[in-house]
């Protein structure tokens, strides 16, 4: 747990206090030294999942060149430019990351007029004792799985450069124009010692990849050397070990390093488990949906008017970092799906094991939370989305959680022009991580498949919920979680391989938002209800406005999508100990929660951090990158935004008033007067609970 706040770090400084360490004073000086980097800590494990990177290995390294857009308005501030691209691979999960003078020297394949260069370093998965769940899997994938980062982050960051008007090559672990590791000695992100590679507050090994770019961006000098002094005053310090001014600390157990793999950083295991949700769920009284009936895809068919269907097919790729990710979710759709082994193989057949296996191998590739359920009937699409039929067709599901990031999320507003590459980020990763551990199952003689945003056979907000990773909030169709409130995206696995699920959770969220509106407040469209909780399609929830909801995330013209119930959402909390006092409150000390809902507002969660601000709002529009012709959000907490409870009008439609899963390509109107009527007359949870004889929790 971190003992210091991060919320006056700027992004671009990353999670490590690389500016403490002592720098040579000429950014282009020569560096000399080699050596050879840290091996990984096992051998590969009898089941090793290796296999599986090749796929997208390949994938990243065909897309390490491409065409040029048009120059972009940009700062002309080398430093500027550094700090962005710092930000945007910190965004992405590096560990670390430099920016430096590309000499002659470094180029060992075909040459270009590249002056400067992006070094991006990705650290080994943590190693926790012996005959941990999932070694067999993951032992010997530590240094291939470090590779696959750094190669997705090369590839994303070399792509975004070339949107916005510059020439850029991503140089990966597999292939490569330059001496990776001379550059990254050039670029002051490691140090030769003693005949060995080193990453200064790095203990395990680590993968490295280069952008080459001609884009003139600010360098950080090579390391100088320490000697004993300077070492203690840096990567030995009580600060360092304590997490100081925010950086990761060198006590791995602040960290979560000494937590099995299997059960990730955050403590669900804490968070009381119940055998049912919070929420009142009647399974037999579930209509299954299709995809057809969804927000976009309504829009895309054309049931909100023309505007909103030539919309749907921009607001995606509306900057020139969510262009990137999406290229790449769009590349995985391929492997989702796939052959199974003929013979399954041996020490696979304990649901207990497996479980654990899987959430130890989730982790281990990036993901942030992981749950285990059955897949009930109803949660799988009764037609995808060309209209075809879907038959249900695994008993268990693997639901993953991908953090959107708190830092990012602490200087937007919620609805800006970062929202939308915020949420594609974490698709896109998903997506990658569900992929490898399908083909891996594949592989193990179970058939698996992985459901992305862009091909999802099943609903993952039931699944979510059936895993036992949260409970529904007032946002409405959007299980939060106790750790990272709303600010999460989800990729589901499905598969037949036996599998233990985990209960559901109880952590006193349905009280909570009874007393909390914030949501609703902010929301800029008005779509999240004020008022008390329905029965909607089997389900007991705060039904948002579906309608409203799609139309702004469509039609902001300030901003790119819009999450800002996560932005404001008193759950949505950087995890200090400070504020994990006040999380524990809130879910052992029901008296406190008002308080706590009120105090948010007066210590000013929800606002704007100027300091997290890394990235540049630009708009892609026509094919090139130019300022936003509309101006960007840039909300800060609107205390009077509960005028509209009163008179707040909710639309819901019910399956009946959905359009059939086969209806392709033809729009059926929304009858919005007819869903306003609907939400009047829908039955309440206490009408519905005496109806089938359950009783409250």
């Known amino acids: 747990m971190k003992l210091f706040s991060h919320k006056k770090r700027p992004t671009g400084m990353g999670p490590y206090p690389l500016e403490r360490l002592p720098r040579l004073a000429d950014p282009a000086a020569p560096v000399a030294g080699a050596g050879v980097r840290p091996a990984e800590a096992r051998p590969e494990g009898p089941l090793s999942a290796s296999h599986a990177y090749e796929l997208y290995l390949d994938l990243f390294d065909q897309q390490r060149t491409g065409d040029v857009s048009e120059r972009a308005p940009i700062p002309d501030d080398p430093q500027e430019r550094a700090d962005n691209l710092k930000g945007g691979l910190y965004f992405l999960d590096a560990d670390m990351t430099g920016c430096g003078v590309l000499t002659a020297e470094a180029w060992t394949g075909e040459t270009r007029d590249h002056g400067f260069a992006v070094v991006t370093l990705v650290a080994h998965s943590r190693t926790v004792g012996r005959d941990q769940p999932g070694d067999d899997w993951i032992d010997g994938t530590r240094q291939v799985n470090a590779d696959l980062r750094a190669a997705e982050l090369a590839v994303l960051i070399a792509g975004y450069i070339r949107r916005i008007g510059f020439d850029a090559v991503a140089h990966t672990p597999t292939i490569s124009d330059v001496d990776i590791e001379k550059v990254a000695l050039q670029c002051g992100l490691i140090e030769a010692v003693g005949g060995e590679l080193r990453a200064p507050f790095i203990k395990t090994g680590f993968s490295l990849s280069v952008v080459s770019t001609d884009m003139e961006i600010a360098p950080d000098a090579p390391l100088a050397r320490r000697g004993l002094a300077a070492k203690l005053r840096s990567t030995h310090s009580l600060g360092w070990l304590l997490g100081r001014g925010g950086t990761r600390a060198g006590l791995g157990r602040l960290n979560g390093d000494h937590r099995p793999l299997h059960m990730g950083r955050y403590p669900m295991e804490r968070i009381k488990r119940v055998p049912e949700a919070t929420t009142l769920v009647i399974p037999e009284e579930i209509e299954r949906v299709p995809v057809r009936a969804g927000g976009f895809p309504r829009a895309g068919h054309g049931d909100m008017g023309p505007k909103f269907q030539k919309e749907l097919a921009v607001f995606s790729y509306k900057t020139p970092q969510a262009q990137a990710y999406i290229q790449q979710i769009g590349e995985m759709v391929p492997y989702q799906d796939g052959e199974v082994a003929p013979e399954r193989a041996p020490g696979t057949s304990d649901p207990d094991r497996n479980a654990d296996a899987l959430k130890a191998f989730a982790h281990h590739l990036g993901g942030d939370m992981v749950g285990v359920c059955e897949v009930p009937e109803y949660a799988w699409y009764s037609h995808n989305g060309k209209g075809e039929v879907i038959t249900p067709r695994h008993k268990y599901g693997v639901v993953i959680l991908l953090d959107q990031g708190y830092e990012t999320m602490e200087g937007a507003s919620g609805d800006d022009w970062v929202s939308g590459a915020q949420s594609m980020r974490a698709y896109m990763r998903g997506a990658q991580i569900a992929g490898l551990m399908a083909e891996h199952l594949r592989s193990l003689g179970f058939s698996s498949r992985s459901h992305t945003n862009r091909d999802s056979e099943v609903l993952h907000i039931p699944l979510v919920l059936e895993a036992g990773l949260g409970e529904l909030s007032r946002i409405g169709e959007l299980v939060l979680n106790p750790f990272v409130g709303p600010r999460f995206k989800s990729v589901v696995l499905t598969t037949d391989m036996p599998l233990t699920p985990d209960r559901k959770i109880d952590f006193g969220l349905q009280d909570f938002c009874t007393k909390c509106t914030k949501c609703a407040r902010e929301c800029p469209c008005g779509a999240i209800e004020f008022g008390d909780k329905i029965m909607f399609n089997g389900y007991e929830m705060w039904k948002p406005d579906v309608e409203k909801c799609t139309k702004y995330r469509l039609g902001n013209m300030r901003g790119s999508a819009c999450g800002r119930c996560m932005k404001t959402c008193p759950f949505n909390i950087e995890g200090v100990l400070a504020e994990r006092v006040f999380l524990w409150s809130a879910i052992k000390l029901p008296f406190t929660r008002k308080f706590i809902a009120n105090l948010d507002d007066k210590v000013g969660n929800g606002s704007i951090n100027p300091i997290k601000k890394w990235w540049w709002d630009l708009e892609f529009k026509d094919g ?50 007819e869903a306003i009527l609907r939400r009047k007359q829908a039955e309440t949870p206490a009408a519905a609970r005496a109806r089938v004889g359950r009783q409250a929790m």
Do not use: F, H, S
């Not at 990158?625 to 609107?638: C, V, W, Y």
């Not at 009077?640 to 086969?662: E, F, S, T, W």
């Open 624 to 673: 090139r990158t130019i300022e936003p012709e509309k101006g960007t959000n840039a909300r800060e907490l609107d205390m009077n935004g509960g005028r509209i409870a009163d008179k707040q009008k909710v639309a819901i439609y019910p399956p009946d008033m959905l359009p059939a899963g086969d209806n392709q390509g033809v729009p059926v109107k929304l009858e919005r007067k």
